[in-house]
């Protein structure tokens, strides 16, 4: 199976469970699982390859003038990754679908769950660091919308934003490191990035890289002092909790320090901002866990803990350590998902998570109480299983490490840190499951269902088998990630075995065994040390650092942003001028290599009927209907001028575009004022014209240079004008920029016009159902009107030019490809059109004759330029390339046919819709009872009308 189909399917699969939530609860989780499942199988498919050693890849030159290639490789350490994301996502569908109650939306979780699945995903697959920064960020959203799934909770509301605000500003950190990183390799493939580690360390900006990054990766693995935002989480639904935050959220930024460990490493600046981050958070996880009486909370410290303990490996900076972190990695994945299920079926039978009011369990509750009693021994690193094998290999690599000079602190403090570890994994067994049954459970704890223990059951088996079979079950995986990691080198020997002697490292295990019953014997006195002792609250902190900022960033706005759009229209051509000038008087200007033309009669007099209508304009804006009718003058002397200066096309555009947004401003002018008020200060309006006197003399002075001398760079227009035919099949330079060459834009530009029609109609049904409309139906008009609406000389006109002007649209747009003409003009002639029918009969009238809605109109244009568009995918030719040949349909000669013909057309239904339903909305302000009329005009010597009232004659 493709990387792209493994990587897109959880996306893909994503729309299912909301759908099929309504055909039932096992409908929805079964489209989840079977998808996770697809890609799962999929990924295993290429396991024979990368337990070879090979590397997969799928390539797709995306931007590639940005460096933007949609690039996935799977090698060891992506296969490691991505078995865990979707088989434990597997195993968290299963559980999920018997945790959620009936009142939570299923559908919505398992959709959020497949797009972090996705996400996930897409970063331990990308061979893209700009690919796998869009992929960390979708972590971030969709984690957001995961942990905050119960939004009834305010802690859950809180936990979203607080992960969010952390895990975000880390990758918008990282975003700054990447693009370093790909500056100085000079190219942002990671696969190119992993095979110049001299390069990278050895250029001045790797101390910046290298900072930048590792925020991102600590904020995402909650390392200190980023630590707090993962507690906070547990808000979350225990499913969640199990997913997140053992084997994919909090791992990734454990797999980006994997992943560029062979550039980034084996350096002092890695060894101690990683190394001693990672001890840092190892020691105050553990221990802050040890006192936390929220089961999810103590589990959530823990993963704190441990994950800070697989970053201290990564961070010493030794192959054999590599190994280690790769181990742990695994064991901590199977054992802690199983802890988290564990202690989300003893919440959700027994109603609380609180482990003072919990105990005595394992009589109620044996089948829980056995998965949850292997799981937290293998936490503490108790023999034979998984997790003391891995934290046997940390202690060994901890002995043999130096700080600062010391031998002694790294392992003292790991020692310290692995003594509360198994004080609080101890803890979870005794004070949960141990001890005399209760009577004031709030719940009659039981046994769930096997739907529900199934799948940590499942992973206890494996912590059991891994540990006592490591080599056989774990080592071919272990082997092939550490490769990875440590950059395809060959592996230092180790061994994956219970026994390995007396070593350091079994007697600092007995000691840390022995030290963590101690400290759970002692707990009573400690809890009430630890409730008294002053210490900071992570959380306070990061509340009021976000009450400052959220202050701050008021204060600036408001000073900055009083809703005056004179100020900042004053401020940025201020700013705009003022770099310009800087850039001209440091810059130099060459000579003038182009000589002035002779001007001609007509151009200065368009040139000053285009200055006088100008000036007019702002001596009399404040007639808002003379000043619509002078902005009608400048656009067409700019009409006039295009056409003159050999731009038939533009001109053509222009001249359309005029005489619609003519009509629809009128029409709006009609609901408005006539006059503008004076608001502003005179010495306002002084600077105002100072400032628009200076920008325009400069906006001159810049025509006036370029065009009076050669471009620095050669035009692409030779380019356009020699594959206008060749390429697109048309001789219209013009028309096939727009349907073939730069077809995506034109393709994105009448959505975006659609759009805005859409938003005028809903503007207008929203304004309609409000006390305006009771304004509009009894307004009295503030001018005199005219006693003919709707005059039979107009009426007569427009009728007859009906046909013409739509023969002219039809003509216009079949001409398009090789003359001046197109789908967009060819629709502002046809609305045009239609336009002078609402303009002489009236709206209703009009509406009543209507037989296709606009929005349809829109709808179709846009669906038949996608659809032309995607047809080119057939050809095996890249979106909306157009196709062109020669046509015989007898009688008719033989003549050239494009499929940028149906593109355009596409574009002239769109246009056509969005400037009719833009009219229509309009229009309907404007309707007032009395004033409609069955008649196309309201006086017809055909017609016998009596008179409306005794003064008619």
């Not at 996930?120 to 690919?131: K, Q, R």
């Not at 969640?240 to 002092?268: C, D, E, I, N, Q």
């Not at 004080?423 to 949960?432: G, K, N, P």
């Not at 809903?762 to 008009?781: F, H, I, M, Q, S």
Request: proline fraction near 5%; include cysteine.
């Amino acid at each position: 199976m493709s990387l792209f189909l493994i990587a897109a399917l959880p996306f893909l699969g994503a729309v299912f469970p909301a759908l099929l939530i309504r055909a039932g609860r096992n409908a929805s989780a079964s489209a989840a699982g079977l998808t996770t499942f697809l890609a799962l199988t999929g990924l295993l498919l290429h396991a024979p390859a990368v337990f070879r050693g090979e590397v997969i890849t799928a390539t797709f030159d995306w931007l590639p003038g940005l460096g933007l290639n949609a690039n996935f490789f799977l090698d060891g350490l992506g296969f490691l990754f991505a078995t865990l994301i979707l088989g434990i996502g597997m195993l968290i569908i299963l559980y999920a679908r018997f945790y959620l109650s009936r009142e939570d939306p299923m559908g919505q979780f398992y959709t959020y769950l497949l797009l972090f699945q996705g996400a996930m995903v897409g970063i331990v697959l990308s061979d893209n660091i700009l690919l796998l920064l869009v992929f960390w960020e979708l972590t971030s959203l969709s984690s957001f919308l995961l942990i905050g799934y119960w939004k009834h909770l305010p802690e859950g509301r809180q936990g979203a934003r607080m992960a969010l605000t952390v895990t975000g500003s880390g990758g918008l950190a990282m975003i700054g490191g990447m693009l370093i990183l790909g500056n100085i390799v000079g190219s942002y493939d990671l696969s190119v990035i992993l095979e110049n580690k001299d390069l990278i360390q050895a250029s001045p900006l790797y101390l910046p890289a290298l900072i930048l990054i590792l925020l991102g990766c600590f904020t995402k693995s909650a390392q200190f002092p980023f630590h707090f935002w993962l507690p906070h989480a547990m808000a979350a639904p225990t499913p969640v909790s199990a997913y997140l935050h053992s084997a994919t959220m909090v791992k990734a930024g454990l797999f980006l320090m994997a992943r560029m460990w062979p550039v980034l490493s084996g350096t002092p600046e890695w060894f101690y901002i990683v190394a001693t981050t990672g001890l840092v958070t190892m020691l105050i996880g553990a221990v802050i866990a040890l006192f936390k009486d929220d089961l999810k909370g103590l589990l959530a410290f823990s993963t704190v803990s441990h994950l800070g303990l697989i970053t201290m490996l990564l961070g010493f900076g030794t192959k054999i350590a590599a190994v280690a972190a790769v181990f742990h990695i695994i064991n901590h994945a199977t054992f802690k998902a199983a802890l988290f299920m564990s202690a989300g079926i003893v919440d959700h039978e027994a109603h609380t998570r609180d482990i003072k009011r919990l105990g005595g369990l394992r009589h109620l509750m044996p089948v829980t109480f056995t998965i949850a009693f292997v799981a937290a021994l293998s936490m503490a690193g108790i023999p034979p299983f998984n997790g003391f094998l891995s934290k046997e290999m940390m202690l060994e690599e901890t002995v043999h490490t130096v700080w600062a000079g010391s031998h002694y602190l790294v392992p003292g403090l790991a020692l310290i840190a692995a003594l509360f570890s198994a004080a609080y994994s101890f803890r979870f067994i005794v004070h949960v499951f141990f001890g005399p049954k209760r009577d004031d459970y709030p719940a009659h704890p039981h046994d769930p269902g096997a739907g529900m223990w199934l799948a940590p059951a499942f992973l206890i088996t494996l912590v059991v088998l891994i540990g006592l079979f490591s080599a056989k079950i774990a080592g071919p995986l272990v082997a092939v990630a550490a490769g990875a990691v440590i950059g395809g080198e060959e592996l230092p020997y180790y061994s994956l075995k219970l026994w390995h002697g007396l070593t350091p490292a079994l007697y600092m295990s007995l000691v840390a065994v022995g030290g963590g019953a101690l400290l759970l014997a002692l707990h009573k006195p400690l809890m009430r040390a630890w409730n008294a002792a002053p210490r900071p609250e992570a959380k306070d902190i990061f509340d009021a650092l976000m009450a400052v900022l959220a202050r701050l960033a008021k204060a600036v706005t408001d000073g900055l942003h009083n809703g005056s759009i004179t100020r900042y229209g004053a401020v940025m051509i201020s700013f705009t001028v003022a770099i310009s000038w800087y850039a001209y008087s440091t810059g130099t200007t060459g000579p003038a290599t182009r000589s002035l033309q002779e001007i001609g009669a007509i151009p200065a007099l368009g040139w000053l009927s285009l200055v006088l209508a100008t000036l007019l304009i702002v001596a009399r804006h404040r007639n808002r209907l003379l000043a619509l009718v002078l902005i009608g003058v400048v656009g067409l002397v700019v009409s006039m001028s295009f056409n003159y200066l050999s731009a038939p096309d533009l001109a053509l555009t222009q001249l359309s575009v005029e005489v619609v947004t003519i009509v629809l401003m009128l029409l709006a002018l009609n609901f408005m004022p006539k006059e503008t008020p004076v608001e502003t200060p005179a010495l306002i309006r002084l600077r105002d014209g100072a400032i628009a006197v200076v920008a325009g003399l400069g906006a001159g002075g810049l025509i006036y240079a370029l065009m009076t001398r050669d471009f620095a760079a050669p035009s692409i227009s030779e380019f356009h004008l020699a594959n206008s035919y060749k390429g697109g099949g048309g001789t219209n330079v013009v028309n096939v920029i727009l349907v073939d060459f730069r077809g995506f834009d034109t393709f994105g530009e009448i959505i975006v016009l659609g759009i805005a029609a859409l938003v005028i109609y809903a503007l207008t049904e929203a304004v309609l159902g409000t006390r305006v409309r009771a304004y509009l139906l009894n307004r009295k008009p503030d001018l005199p009107q005219a006693g003919d609406a709707h005059p039979m000389m107009m009426v007569v006109a427009t009728r007859v030019m009906m046909p013409l002007a739509l023969m002219v649209a039809a003509y216009i747009f079949f001409r398009g490809h090789n003359l001046p003409g197109g789908g967009f003009i060819a629709g502002l002639i046809a609305a045009i059109a239609v336009i002078m029918q609402y303009m002489a009969s009236g709206f209703a009238w009009t509406s009543e004759r209507q037989r296709f809605y606009y929005h349809g109109i829109i709808g179709s244009g846009v669906l038949i330029a996608a659809a032309t568009g995607i047809g080119a995918w057939f050809n095996d030719m890249p979106f909306l390339t157009s196709a062109f040949g020669y046509i015989h349909w007898p009688p008719l000669k033989e003549f050239e046919w494009a499929t940028a013909a149906l593109f355009d057309l596409g574009v002239f239904l769109a246009v056509v819709g969005a400037v009719l339903l833009a009219l229509e909305s309009l229009s309907r302000f404007a309707w007032q009872p009395g004033i409609s009329s069955e008649y196309a005009m309201d006086i017809n010597p055909a017609r016998d009308d009596e008179p409306k009232n005794e003064n008619e004659v």
